[in-house]
């Protein structure tokens, strides 16, 4: 059974740090691309991060470059969204996905498994 599992959401202020983490379990993690998106309450769900399945390339949203850092564990089939410099605007629910091998994509519809999501609420 496929499993992401996000875990690491919470209220903070504005100025703040978060790490989320997203534990896989069910598939061969090394072998899917990883993606962090984050959908906020009447908006369509948007890309934040991904990185490659070997881990050495990273893209970033414009809206948290310099702020966020994506990396990942394949030996503990585990992907971590770092947050700093948390802004109101980062409140959303964030969701990790897997995208199979040499698909490197933005769009969620090239996520093959999803996450059920951990809020994140920053506080002005």
């Known amino acids: 059974q496929v499993q992401l599992v996000e875990s690491g959401g919470g209220l903070v202020q504005a100025g703040d740090s978060l790490k989320l983490s997203c534990a896989a379990s069910?598939?061969?993690?090394?072998?899917?691309?990883m993606g962090w998106f984050r959908q906020a309450p009447g908006k369509e769900r948007g890309f934040v991060a991904r990185i490659k399945w070997r881990g050495g390339d990273t893209t970033y949203a414009d809206s948290v470059k310099g702020r966020f850092t994506i990396s990942r564990d394949n030996a503990k089939n585990t992907v971590w969204l770092q947050m700093n410099s948390l802004k109101p605007e980062d409140t959303a629910n964030y969701y990790c996905?897997?995208?199979?091998?040499?698909?490197?994509?933005?769009?969620?519809?090239?996520?093959?498994?999803w996450g059920q999501g951990t809020q994140v609420t920053v506080s002005s």
């Open positions: 069910g598939f061969f993690f090394a072998n899917y691309s």
């Open positions: 996905a897997a995208s199979y091998g040499n698909t490197w994509s933005t769009r969620p519809i090239d996520y093959r498994y």
